[in-house]
């Protein structure tokens, strides 16, 4: 097959960012050990050279390599998401990597190699590429899991990602296969084509989907399949750890709602009760083991696992036409509020963290609005956008996520999470009691690139909620290319 400049074209921002990260392990080998400081600027490079070149392409529609991946609004809004929180993760690894001793010039490298698979996760049109990309953004993850050698917790983070990650995508590749022998196609205009003809088999397409699912739903930490989640975010370093919780959750969410809005709509009456229940639970376990967790990083793990149920909530109705579009773009405007809001919080985590992961209680945040005023503030606003409280980002998420369930008639579900995100409440403002109101001697780093991350997205995630409406119509123009 000859690969022409269209193809090209559609996949241009992912490939640049590969082809970024592989050029950044060929320089590394000729860097002296002195020179390695360099690395993490490349990488930020990189992603920057990614950002620019997807938003040059912002407002075409193609596909590309014959019909396998495509280019639309969908796909540049969440690829700009992803090249963001990649330019973020490389501003909270820059002094982190260093001072705790675990250097290691790879691990920016295998962040944009990673970054690329989920790009091109963003655009897969077919499921093979799905699959294809899946594992090209999980295998650098396991590796960068484990970069704290030595350390127990890491290890067995590393160790229990890349096992339950295999598992996974093994029922997604299961659910490939039988929905090709339902349909005869992997493509999704095939696939659609096939249902609309009444040519598919509707036990081996049920199973596909189910499968499909399973794997997808392992990615976004949905419970019950949410319990390697704690583990790996405990054990990983505190950058990887805050990349993982905003981009895996995007890239998952766009391949969900790509392949299950363009291809499935017509299944939603058998699906859309599993989805429903999935959320609840996902929403109920997700805050009420939060409750107990003294640890800063299992409780913004268990966090991220609710969140991961509040984003299914909105995309159940996602079966009915008149709701789908609103589902989509609800998702979407949530994942630009969770993406700054989580960054100001891990900001600040890296800031407070010292060697060997002490710091990490959050009895240790005693004091820091005295000590630190600037990293306790963006903490503050953190917490309470995770909470969903106006004025920030997280209130209008967490709004246009229930007015969504609201219209495709779910109105069980948005109370069960509007009282979740009420419970919330207690441990998240418990961060903030600590912070403000108990005494302490907490010690911060400051470095210029971390204190900058924090007040950057905590700044964001305040200001940008004045002007909710805008995100909301560029969310709404990113529209889902159809057969």
Request: net charge neutral; with cysteine.
């Amino acid at each position: 097959m000859m690969i022409t400049l269209n193809d090209v074209l559609t996949l241009l921002p992912a490939v640049v960012l590969l082809a970024w990260g592989v050029m950044m392990l060929v320089v590394d080998l000729f860097l002296p050990k002195e020179r390695k400081a360099i690395i993490p600027l490349l990488a930020g490079l990189g992603a920057a050279a990614g950002l620019g070149v997807n938003l040059a392409l912002t407002g075409y529609s193609q596909t590309g390599f014959n019909g396998m991946v495509v280019l639309d609004g969908f796909a540049s809004f969440t690829n700009t998401l992803l090249l963001i929180a990649a330019l973020f993760a490389v501003m909270l690894a820059y002094d982190y990597m260093r001072r705790m001793n675990i250097e290691r010039s790879e691990c920016c490298a295998l962040m944009l190699i990673s970054t690329a698979g989920m790009m091109m996760m963003v655009q897969a049109y077919d499921l093979i590429i799905l699959f294809l990309a899946l594992e090209l953004f999980s295998i650098p993850l396991y590796v960068m899991s484990g970069l704290i050698r030595g350390k127990i917790s890491s290890e067995e983070a590393a160790l229990k990602y890349f096992l339950l990650g295999a598992f996974s995508s093994a029922f997604l590749l299961y659910g490939v296969a039988f929905l090709y022998g339902a349909t005869q196609h992997t493509n999704l205009a095939g696939i659609v084509a096939a249902m609309q003809s009444g040519t598919a088999n509707p036990i081996f397409l049920m199973l596909g989907v189910a499968l499909l699912l399973v794997g997808l739903a392992f990615k976004l930490a949905i419970v019950p399949f949410h319990s390697w989640a704690p583990d790996v975010y405990q054990g990983a370093p505190t950058p990887v750890t805050g990349w993982m919780s905003v981009s895996v959750k995007i890239a998952a969410l766009a391949a969900l709602l790509r392949v299950f809005v363009v291809a499935f709509p017509s299944l939603s009456a058998q699906i859309s009760p599993v989805l429903g229940v999935l959320a609840a639970l996902t929403m109920i376990v997700g805050n009420v083991l939060a409750l107990v967790q003294t640890n800063i990083k299992r409780l913004l793990a268990y966090s991220s696992i609710a969140s991961a149920g509040y984003l299914l909530m909105a995309f159940v109705p996602y079966g009915q036409s008149e709701v789908a579009s609103h589902a989509v773009a609800a998702g979407l405007f949530y994942m630009v509020g969770y993406l700054f809001t989580s960054f100001a919080a891990w900001a600040v985590v890296a800031a407070v963290e010292k060697a060997e992961g002490k710091d990490l209680e959050i009895t240790s945040y005693a004091g820091l609005a005295r000590r630190h005023p600037w990293l306790a503030v963006a903490m503050l606003i953190a917490m309470v956008s995770f909470i969903g409280v106006p004025p920030t980002l997280g209130f209008w998420g967490k709004f246009y996520l229930f007015r969504t369930a609201l219209e495709g008639g779910l109105v069980w579900l948005a109370l069960i999470g509007l009282l979740t995100s009420l419970f919330s409440a207690y441990y998240y403002l418990r961060v903030v009691v600590v912070m403000f109101m108990q005494p302490g001697e907490v010690e911060a780093r400051r470095e210029v690139w971390v204190n900058l991350l924090a007040v950057v997205s905590a700044g964001a995630t305040l200001l940008l909620a004045f002007i909710p409406w805008q995100i909301l119509d560029w969310a709404t123009a990113a529209f889902l290319r159809f057969p």
